[in-house]
Every structure is written in C-alpha cells, then in structure tokens.
Nanobody, 128 residues
Framework: QVQLVESGGGSVQTGGSLTLSCRAS????????LGWFRQVPGKEREGVAV????????KYSDSVKDRFTLSQDYGKSTLYLQMNSLRPEDTAMYYC?????????????????????WGLGTQVTVSS
C-alpha cells in the first residue's frame, strides 16, 4: 500500500502562488507515476501534472503548462507542485495520485482510473 498526504492548499488572489506538497509512504519512493489531479464539484477529475519518480520529465495539462512546476525531494519522499499565476479557474480540490510505473512514457494524465492510490485532497481557492 502507498499512502499519500497532501498539504499546502489555501486561498489566494488571482496572480498569486501556492505550493502543494505530497508526501508518499508505505513503499519505496522510486518506480511510480506520481502526480496531481483536481476536481470541481459537478465536474470530472482532471489531470494536472505527473512525473515518473524513477527519473523523467514531468507532463502537464495544457491548462497549467508554463504556470505549474513539479519537483521532487527524494530524501523526503515528497512531490511538490509549484503553482504560479493562479486563475479563478484553478479553484478545485487537488488530489495527489500514484501508481506503479515503468518509465515516464507510461505516466498519463488522461484517466483518473490509471491511478490506484489517492490522497484525501487539499483545497485551492483563487479569488478574482
């Protein structure tokens, strides 16, 4: 089992920044697709960003590309999502997700069903 604990959500104004953290435990950190999905009530979950913890370039959705950045701290088994230039449409519950991976080529953002492990979520609210 993999446990994922998110932190760092909050409320900011348009143009502001937040950094979300996801601490993973229960298994060795490397060898997973690890990333973030988000969800607004009444809408489907949307993939935001993902990275292969064994080493690869991150993938981002078009809606956050050039504004959000993933980084990792292997010593702390923690994934960070730096969110800049936030917009009201970024308001959502953000979930850390993970599943066993083999390379960055096989880490996708298309389907929430690709990920077996989910955190409880952290709320991000961006006001205009």
């Amino acid at each position: 089992q993999v446990q994922l604990v998110e932190s760092g959500g909050g409320s900011v104004q348009t143009g502001g920044s937040l950094t979300l953290s996801c601490r993973a435990s229960g298994r060795t950190y490397t060898g997973y697709c690890l990333g973030w999905f988000r969800q607004v009530p009444g809408k489907e979950r949307e993939g935001v960003a993902v990275i292969y913890t064994g080493g690869s370039s991150a993938k981002y959705s078009d809606s956050v590309k050039d504004r959000f950045t993933l980084s990792q701290d292997y010593g702390k088994s923690t994934l960070y999502l730096q969110m800049n230039s936030l917009r009201p449409e970024d308001t959502a519950m953000y979930y850390c997700v993970a599943d066993r991976g083999y390379s960055g080529s096989f880490c996708y953002l298309d389907s929430p069903g690709d990920y077996n492990y989910w955190g409880l979520g952290t709320q991000v609210t961006v006001s205009s």
